[in-house]
């Protein structure tokens, strides 16, 4: 949209009494002796560019929940990662301790836990479906497609982000069952988390992500399921680009956790 | 003697001090203490009469930073200096303390505390620990340390439910625990260290007054945690020599205590 | 935020209270997390006097129970420790005085993410079930303390209560752990967006400033909690090692796992956890002080933007400081110095608080409504409680004076007394924001004067009993009147003892005009009184008009022929300009 329009239903203001040379509005402060020119923000005019927050709510522009979405997404996965912080100086304090023997000889137990090669492979599957799932949250914006619904020439955005997003979904599925086959080739191996402490850390690390990655999964699905329903566009792209977030952040999670157990040990 | 005897000031009620380290340590505690005492009683001074006060008309709005900078920066500059000041003194005691280990000629005790009594256990003549297993462990059967028999060393290991030491001689007690974390705590030494199953601590102190003393336990280990206590007894050199031999001779006349 | 209108069918008084039971809506959520508090609140008062009269007196028989076994002592204080912590200090200030006023301050219609926030309100309420059930199950309640160190939060046959109970406490504690940080989610997306217009960072409460930084540092926390709850239920159920070492013999069975943990890597995640969450305790009340000390005081918070600060400081701060509960746990020396110095440092924010505080209320002859009563008990109790956070900062004392009863009066003193000084400012002040009535002012100040004295009579003293020596957690102090040297010393502190449970038990009863005043005022019928305290912040703005906020909070502007009445106290409310209110000022106050 260009800055300069202002469509009506986005300017339901009730009528005030503004005297223009008091501007209070933000970052501007009080500012009635001349400092600065008084500027109408309501419009976005100016060659400022549209100043969204400085409206009532629920008139913020296209992308007020989006963005709502988008920093509560940010602090719940800041504070995901702290869990993720702390089994991993777990990890690390864990490699280091050892113990005095009774012949005072200094024993540090640490037996590295072999990763199964698949662990690669689904490497490669995670971060492919990253990528089929960053298409999918593009598609949601694109402007063309978006006002080719509103005119009611077909779905072309739910059908795209659909496409991708299955495609998501697929891949993801093959990397749980793949780390579910790494977690059978090391039980045939005889071990098992209770093995010894890398292996300890080896499942623990390996199911907890796999546990964030099926509510992502489920995140996926949700997103599927309303993209094949009459909500409104704002709600799908909230919904497809928070769970696609997710799906980003916990790739990199990943690449970091492998790194960790494939070198870290 | 009385154990409830203060130190030297009667308004703050601490025990009796008994250890070399403790009166520095005393001091600085009296010290922070008085200075607690008395910004508390200023900050509500001032807040009484701050509520009582009715102040003149406002000044202009132009010295609203020497307002700043007189009840706050001023203020906090002034406590960061006490701070810093009692941080030193502080700091200096801990590293006194708890730096450096004990002198290698400092006496070897190892106190190990279980679910809920304290043993206490002396080297012997060979000046050596014997090695313990916990597998061997059983206070039922008159060896709850768990000292392996095949060892050597472990033969002239005294092992008693009291510690005795003598007055003017640095220990340097070994900490250890068998099933939880307790606390080893001698108030009237002003000492305290949790042991840590898996772990071995050591701390080290000069007593220097003969008495009897309490040993608590200070880290909650279980239901009977409040009457984990010892008796820490402190003789004068002489006697702890007397005590010493007999033990020993009991000990390797294959009797424990 | 209108009350719904009265319906004169019962049938739908039902559907409405059902409604209000599902509702999404944050000032129904608010009411919940107040209850799911209060509950808490009363249980964990009881479980704490029951403590305190066995103490003084350890062969008093409970009603219908006969006598406080040692386990049962220990049990009673773990519990009273994790339901006032958790659910009492973490909940009411912040998810409830938050859900229910938090909004209205900055002009928002609602929270960020309403169903998430009534999933937040509901997971806390299993919470609280799950706890309480511990203390019916075989074994009972856990005895480690609210701090659960292993290894005897690890092995059942460390104590009774370490099975079952312990798996409840945990499974309890985990699910709060979830419903924090989902709470606190909400409430940092809704600050950072749902802001109406002109409401600036600057121009932001102090309340909401401290639940804005309490919710970071709950995020970063409870996520830490969890992780560590975690490796907890490994080391109990899947036979992991995490924070037990190779070999222990606990009960006189050998326990043997793989590996090297230690018990001091619990320590240091519980407390990287635990600390931050005193904090978050006690912040939203600090923001309030500030805010109702300036409102009755008729001046601007002095130092505004300093207290923003400080506010953000203590937050920072407070994640660097976990080692000073942990000086003689095994730590490094070294260390020991280290978080010395950092709690040294936070003290300094704290200080410039306070210094704000008596700046603000210096000379202006305030108006004493019980709120204000309470904002400046908050003030004294918080610097008698926090006076001793240096002195235990400093290894060489703590070594001392750690788990004694100095800690034990300090605590209390400024999260037990203060934080719940800042839970009553806050009922009092919003009271008629969120019933449209009034509270009866002379028995808030019976409630105020009473209570503030119970604080101090009940806990003063235990600094005398800590420096005397008494430990934290025993059950007893003289058991079978033994003459052994621990015996006797711990024996001259039970008369102290005595006085204080008496004391505790007056600050139980102090509490009744409070109690008294909320029923009778629910009783009488709502009469809506527009801003009784006169009060700038938008809580207090109509309903009715779309709000825009036009400057910082506590605007009186003094014009320069502005008399002071007869007895040195601003006429009426003298001028003041609230936040939503478009007219200009000819000399407003910069700050």
């Given at each position: 949209m260009p800055a300069t329009l202002t469509p009506p239903?986005?300017?339901?203001r009730p009528d005030r009494l503004h005297d223009?040379?008091?501007?209070?509005?933000?970052?501007?402060?009080?500012?009635?002796?001349?400092r600065r020119p008084p500027t109408d923000k309501r419009t976005g005019g100016?060659?400022?560019?549209?100043?969204?927050?400085?409206?009532p709510h629920g008139h913020r522009g296209p992308r007020e929940r989006l963005s709502q979405a988008r920093v509560g997404m940010f602090f719940a996965l800041g504070g995901d990662l702290m869990f993720f912080v702390a089994l991993v100086s777990v990890f690390f304090v864990t490699k280091s301790s050892g113990h005095f023997d009774p012949y005072s000889r200094w024993i540090n137990e640490w037996l590295p836990t072999a990763i199964p090669s698949v662990l690669w492979l689904n490497t490669a599957v995670l971060l492919l479906s990253s990528v089929t799932a960053e298409i999918a949250r593009q598609a949601m914006f694109h402007e063309h497609d978006a006002m080719d619904e509103w005119f009611g020439f077909g779905r072309p955005i739910s059908k795209r982000a659909t496409l991708w997003l299955s495609l998501t979904l697929l891949l993801g599925g093959l990397f749980l069952a793949g780390q579910w086959a790494a977690w059978d080739q090391l039980a045939a191996q005889h071990?098992?988390?209770?093995?010894?402490p890398s292996s300890h850390f080896f499942y623990l690390i390996t199911v907890t992500h796999a546990v964030h990655l099926f509510l992502g999964i489920g995140g996926l699905i949700a997103a599927i399921m309303v993209l094949q329903g009459r909500r409104s566009l704002a709600t799908r792209q909230v919904l497809v680009d928070s769970t696609v977030w997710y799906w980003h952040v916990m790739g990199v999670l990943w690449i970091f956790l492998f790194l960790l157990l494939e070198f870290g040990q | 003697m009385s154990l409830l005897q203060p130190s030297s000031s009667t308004f703050w009620p601490l025990p009796v001090d008994a250890a070399a380290h403790g009166p520095a340590m005393d001091a600085h505690l009296r010290l922070n203490l008085w200075i607690a005492l008395a910004l508390v009683a200023l900050a509500h001074l001032l807040l009484l009469a701050g509520l009582a006060r009715r102040r003149a008309a406002r000044q202009k709005a132009g010295q609203a930073w020497q307002r700043l900078l007189w009840l706050e920066w001023l203020p906090l500059a002034a406590l960061t200096v006490l701070f810093a000041w009692l941080a030193v003194g502080s700091e200096r005691l801990w590293a006194v303390e708890r730096f450096t280990g004990a002198d290698p000629a400092a006496m070897q005790v190892e106190v190990t505390g279980m679910q809920f009594a304290w043993y206490f256990r002396y080297p012997g003549a060979d000046a050596t620990f014997g090695r313990t297993e916990l597998a061997l462990a059983s206070a039922a059967a008159g060896n709850p340390l768990g000292l392996?028999?095949?060892?050597?060393?472990?033969?002239d290991d005294l092992v008693t439910s009291q510690l005795v030491l003598p007055a003017g001689r640095e220990v340097d007690l070994t900490l250890r625990a068998q099933d939880v974390i307790h606390g080893f705590a001698v108030p009237q030494m002003r000492l305290k260290q949790n042991a840590l199953p898996g772990q071995t601590q050591h701390i080290h102190f000069t007593p220097e007054t003969p008495g009897d003393y309490a040993i608590l336990c200070t880290?909650?280990?279980?239901?009977?945690h409040y009457r984990m206590q010892a008796a820490l007894r402190v003789l004068a050199p002489a006697e702890f020599e007397r005590w010493l031999a007999a033990r020993e001779a009991g000990v390797s006349n294959g009797v424990q205590p | 935020m209108s009350a719904p209108a009265v319906d004169t069918l019962s049938r739908s008084r039902w559907r409405r209270a059902l409604r209000g039971i599902v509702s999404t809506h944050h000032r129904n959520i608010g009411f919940g997390y107040l209850s799911i508090s209060l509950l808490a609140l009363v249980v964990g008062t009881g479980l704490s006097l029951i403590m305190r009269l066995h103490l003084a007196w350890p062969d008093w028989q409970l009603p219908l129970h006969g006598e406080v076994l040692p386990e049962e002592y220990l049990a009673l204080v773990t519990m009273h420790g994790t339901l006032m912590l958790f659910f009492v200090l973490t909940v009411a200030p912040q998810s409830g005085f938050g859900n229910l006023i938090l909004p209205a301050q900055i002009g928002?219609?609602?929270?960020?993410f309403p169903r998430l926030n009534a999933l937040g309100m509901w997971l806390t309420l299993a919470s609280l079930l799950t706890l309480l059930t511990a203390f019916f199950v075989?074994?009972?309640?856990?005895?480690?303390?609210?701090?659960?160190?292993p290894p005897l939060s690890t092995t059942?046959?460390?104590?009774?209560?370490?099975g079952a109970g312990m798996d409840l406490w945990l499974g309890s504690i985990a699910l709060f752990c979830v419903a924090g940080a989902l709470s606190a989610v909400n409430t940092l997306t809704t600050v950072v967006?749902?802001?109406?217009?002109?409401?600036?960072w600057q121009r932001l409460p102090l309340t909401v400033w401290s639940w804005f930084t309490a919710a970071l540092l709950a995020v970063l926390a409870f996520s830490v909690l969890l992780a560590a709850l975690l490796l907890l239920f490994c080391d109990r159920h899947l036979h992991s090692g995490f924070f037990l070492p190779a070999g222990e013999l606990v009960n006189g069975v050998l326990l043997q796992h793989r590996g090297d943990g230690s018990p001091l890597l619990w320590l240091h995640l519980f407390w990287f956890f635990g600390h931050p969450e005193v904090y978050i305790a006690i912040l939203p009340g600090m923001g309030l002080t500030s805010m109702v000390l300036a409102n009755f005081a008729r001046?601007?918070?002095?130092a505004y933007r300093l207290m923003i600060a400080t506010t953000l400081l203590i937050g920072l701060l407070g994640i660097v400081v976990w080692g000073h509960h942990m000086?003689?746990?095994?730590?490094n020396p070294f260390a020991g110095t280290v978080f010395s110095l950092s709690s040294l440092v936070i003290a300094l924010p704290a200080t410039a608080k306070v210094l704000s505080w008596l700046a603000t209320v210096w000379?202006?002859?305030?108006?004493?409504?019980t709120a204000m009563l309470f904002a400046l008990g908050f003030v004294s109790l918080f610097i008698t409680g926090g006076i001793s956070g240096p002195i235990l900062a400093q290894p060489v004392l703590d070594e001392y004076l750690h788990n004694t009863f100095f800690v034990v009066a300090h605590f209390h003193l400024i999260m037990a007394m203060a934080g719940v000084f800042g839970l009553f400012c806050a009922t009092y002040y919003w009271y008629p924001a969120i019933f449209a009535r009034q509270l009866s002012e002379a028995l808030g100040r019976v409630h105020f004067w009473g209570t503030l004295l119970g604080a101090y009579a009940t806990f003063l003293p235990m600094h005398l009993t800590g420096l005397a020596g008494e430990p934290r957690?025993?059950?007893?102090?003289n058991p079978g009147m033994l003459t052994t040297p621990g015996s006797v010393l711990l024996q001259a502190t039970l008369p102290l003892q005595r006085y204080i449970t008496v004391s505790a038990v007056f600050l139980a009863v102090a509490q009744l005009p409070f109690v008294i005043n909320l029923l009778l005022s629910l009783r009488s019928p709502a009469v809506a009184v527009e801003n009784p305290w006169s009060?700038?912040?938008?809580?207090?703005?109509?309903?009715d008009i779309e709000p825009e906020v036009f400057r910082e909070p506590c605007c009186y502007p003094v014009t320069e022929g502005q008399q002071l009445g007869a007895?040195?106290?601003?006429?009426?409310?003298?001028k003041f300009l609230t936040q939503w209110s478009p007219e200009t000022a000819s000399n407003p106050e910069p700050e």
């Open positions: 239903e986005l300017d339901r223009r040379d008091h501007d209070h509005h933000l970052g501007e402060g009080d500012n009635g002796n001349g100016n060659g400022e560019g549209d100043n969204w927050s400085d409206r071990v098992f988390f209770r093995t010894n | 392996d028999p095949t060892d050597p060393h472990g033969a880290q909650v280990c279980g239901l009977g | 928002a219609r609602r929270m960020a075989p074994g009972g309640a856990p005895i480690g303390g609210w701090t659960a160190y059942p046959l460390a104590g009774p209560g370490q967006k749902l802001r109406c217009e002109g409401m600036s001046r601007p918070v002095f000086f003689v746990a095994g730590l000379g202006a002859r305030p108006r004493l409504t957690h025993y059950a007893q102090l009060a700038t912040t938008l809580e207090w703005a109509p309903t007895e040195g106290q601003q006429t009426a409310e003298g």
